[in-house]
Structures are given as C-alpha cells and as structure tokens.
C-alpha cells in the first residue's frame, strides 16, 4: 500500500504466520493465510515477486482481483483496457501459475512445505475488455469483507453494485490479539 513500510510488512506477516503455526502445533486449528491483490498496471511486475514472497513465507493463498476501472482517472490501470494490457496480465499470470506449480510439485516431497494454491489468476481473454455480464464472481458467498468502516460486505466490488446486495451490519470495534486462545494457552 502507498505509504507503507514493506519492511514492516514482511516482518508483521512473519509473526502472523509464527503464530498461526504456534498455535496449530499446541492442537488448534490452523488458520489459512490470504495475500491480496488488486492486479493493475502500476503493479504488474510485482505481481509474481508477491507470490514467491507467499511461497517463501509460509503463506497458503494469493488472490487477487483486477482492478474495477468505474472512474476515468484510474481507466489506464485496468488490465483489461485493450489487448496489450491483456496480453501482457496473461504472460504475468502464466509466471504466477508456473511458481505455484513449481512450489507445489517440490512442496509434495517436503514434510515441511505446504500447499499454495491462486485464485483469480486466470487469463483474459483478447477482445472482451468488459466483464461479461453473466459472469459471476468466484467469491460471492464463500467470504465476507469487512471494508475500512468496519461495515461487513459480501464481496468486493465498487459500492453501487456492492450495496445492491443488501446491508450486512458493522463489525465490533478492533480487538487485538495479545495471548493464546484459553485452550491452548503458549
């Protein structure tokens, strides 16, 4: 994110994951770890950098979502914007799914290794710049979001067409996690 320390990042996904493995070792349930994107052009060389950094720290998942261009000044991010864009997202996309194969085959000898799977990392196909209108999207009721308010959303598309599906509530203010779960004390 603009303006964010990377180097503070990696060391707070670090310990995420320290913890979550702490944690799933003690006999709780292991929680899966996501990685998110929005894929855009000023992110598209990045975008196969992110997914080693997930292979190489433990994380479970890298998903991401191609930017939803509903405003002019942002309609030159989209990866969708003409063929070249796409072609181009398609080739990023390719390498993407080649780490993860790669991890994953090695992943199947190693004891200590688990499995990363990619979501969303399909290509696009030349020609069809828009969203087809039966297209229907992959996350919709498998999870929830909570957006920067703390309002619960059901997906992550652009307001007008997120609010459509209805209000969800609010979630609770911010609570942090300073200990073990009381089962399964550190």
């Not at 975008?47 to 890298?62: F, H, S, Y």
Request: aromatic share 6%; proline share 4%.
């Amino acid at each position: 994110m603009k303006g964010s320390n990377f180097s503070k990042q990696v060391e707070n996904l670090r310990l995420l994951v320290a913890k979550r493995d702490e944690y799933a070792n003690a006999g709780g349930n292991r929680a899966t770890i996501t990685l998110q994107l929005t894929f855009m052009e000023c992110n598209l060389n990045e975008i196969p950098k992110v997914v080693q950094l997930a292979i190489d720290m433990g994380v479970d998942r890298v998903k991401g979502h191609h930017l939803w261009a509903h405003f002019g000044e942002i309609k030159e991010q989209s990866l969708r914007r003409d063929d070249n864009a796409m072609q181009r997202w398609n080739k990023v996309a390719q390498e993407c799914r080649e780490l993860i194969t790669n991890h994953n085959v090695d992943a199947q000898h190693k004891a200590d290794k688990s499995m990363l799977t990619l979501d969303n990392f399909h290509d696009l196909e030349p020609g069809t710049q828009e969203i087809k209108s039966d297209a229907t999207c992959p996350f919709l009721g498998q999870e929830a979001w909570i957006n920067h308010k703390g309002r619960f959303d059901p997906c992550c598309a652009p307001d007008d067409q997120r609010l459509a599906l209805g209000h969800f509530g609010m979630s609770s203010p911010r609570v942090e996690i300073t200990s073990a779960h009381p089962q399964h004390p550190q």
